[in-house]
C-alpha cells in the first residue's frame, strides 16, 4: 500500500471516529497496525490530522468562532488546562505503555459500559440546556472529564459528552461543547508532537500530511452535521455497544492470535 493511500484510508477513520464517542486515537492505532502504518513518523501523522477534523469543527461554527464571545473562550482555555497539563507530564508513559491493541481494546470496553450506565437516566440533573450558558465551573468539570481521553480507547469526545451529561449539561449542550473543545486540544497536541519529532520528518512528508488534513476535514465535517442531528432524537448506546463488541473482537482475535496486532 502507498503512503497516500495510508494517508486518505487514516484520513477518512480520523474524520468519522473523532467526534463520535468511539475513540478516534484507538481506532488510528488499530487501523494503523493493520496497514502496516504504526511506525513513529505514521504516529506524528496521526496526531497532525487532527487538525483537519478540528477545522471542520471552526467551519462549522465559524460564525461563533469569529466574533468576540468572551465566555465561550473563557470556557474553552479552562477546560483545556487540565488535559494539556497531565498531557505534558504523562504522555511519554501513555505512549509507551497503552497505545497497544489490548489496552486499547479495553478501554473500548470500560468506555461502552460507562456509555450504557449513563444513559439510563440521561435527564436525570439537567442544569445547562446550551453550551453558550456555561460558566467557568462547568467548563472545568468538562476538562477534567477530558483527562480521562488521554488513555487511548477511551475517547475525547465520549469522555467529554458523557462528562458534561454527569455535570448538567443537556446532551446538545455537552456534545457542540466537546466540539469546541477540540479545537484548542487538536491543534496542541498536533503542533507539540509535529515539533518534537520535527526531525524526523522531511519536505516529502508534506503531500502526505497535506492528503490526510483534507480527508480528514471532510469526513469529520460530514459527521459533524450528522451528529447534531442525531443527538437532537437519539441517545449514545449504539455506541456504546459498538464499543463493547469491536473491543471484544480486538482481544478475541490478538487471544487467539488470528491477527498479528503489533502495536
Not at 488521554?150 to 458523557?162: D, V, W
Not at 509535529?194 to 500530511?209: C, G, I, T
Amino acid at each position: 500500500m502507498s503512503d497516500l493511500l495510508r494517508a486518505i484510508v487514516l484520513g477518512v477513520v480520523e474524520g468519522i471516529t473523532e467526534f463520535l464517542p468511539i475513540s478516534s486515537t484507538g481506532h488510528l492505532i488499530l487501523a494503523a497496525d493493520l496497514i502496516g502504518a504504526s511506525e513513529e513518523r505514521w504516529t506524528v501523522f496521526n496526531l497532525v490530522i487532527q487538525t483537519g477534523a478540528m477545522l471542520a469543527v471552526v467551519w462549522e461554527y465559524r460564525a461563533r468562532f469569529f466574533r468576540i464571545d468572551v465566555a465561550l473562550y473563557r470556557n474553552l482555555i479552562v477546560a483545556f488546562i487540565p488535559a494539556a497539563v497531565l498531557g505534558l507530564l504523562f504522555s511519554k508513559y501513555i505512549k509507551g505503555y497503552l497505545f497497544h491493541a489490548v489496552p486499547v481494546a479495553l478501554a473500548f470496553i470500560v468506555g461502552g459500559v460507562i456509555i450504557l450506565l449513563v444513559e439510563r437516566h440521561p435527564d436525570r440533573n439537567v442544569r445547562v440546556a446550551e453550551a453558550r450558558n456555561m460558566t467557568w465551573l462547568d467548563a472545568l468539570k468538562v476538562g477534567i472529564a477530558q483527562c480521562f481521553a488521554l488513555i487511548p480507547g477511551t475517547s475525547r469526545s465520549g469522555a467529554t459528552i458523557i462528562g458534561g451529561m454527569l455535570f448538567g449539561l443537556s446532551r446538545k449542550a455537552a456534545t457542540e461543547f466537546s466540539f469546541f473543545l477540540a479545537v484548542p486540544t487538536l491543534v496542541a497536541a498536533g503542533l507539540y508532537d509535529l515539533w518534537k519529532h520535527r526531525d524526523m520528518l522531511s519536505a516529502a512528508d508534506v503531500p502526505v500530511f497535506a492528503v490526510g488534513s483534507v480527508v480528514a476535514f471532510v469526513s469529520a465535517f460530514v459527521v459533524i452535521r450528522w451528529l447534531i442531528r442525531y443527538v437532537a432524537t437519539h441517545d449514545f448506546k449504539p455506541f456504546a455497544w459498538y464499543r463493547i463488541a469491536f473491543g471484544l473482537v480486538v482481544l478475541a482475535t490478538a487471544y487467539f492470535g488470528w491477527v498479528d496486532w503489533k502495536a
